[in-house]
């Protein structure tokens, strides 16, 4: 499976792979579902970020249902 990596960076949470950046694909997807559940996310140099205010237990548990069956969200 997958493996997204979620850390907290300069006050915002970023979101890639265990090998780097997301790809130009995959970046824009979140954006859909963030707007949905109105989470607080903005982009940053062509990336999808949250905002580093929003505790580590709802950034964890959105994206693991985002991610659910595709991928699997990490710390660090």
Known sequence: MKKRIVRLEDDLW????????????ERDEPIEYFGEIKLNYRIVTGHVCIAGSIDRGS????????????AEVLPF
């Open 59 to 70: 950034v964890f548990e959105r994206l693991e249902h985002f991610y659910d069956g595709r």
């Open 14 to 25: 970023r979101i890639r792979t265990d090998t780097g950046e997301l790809s130009a694909s």
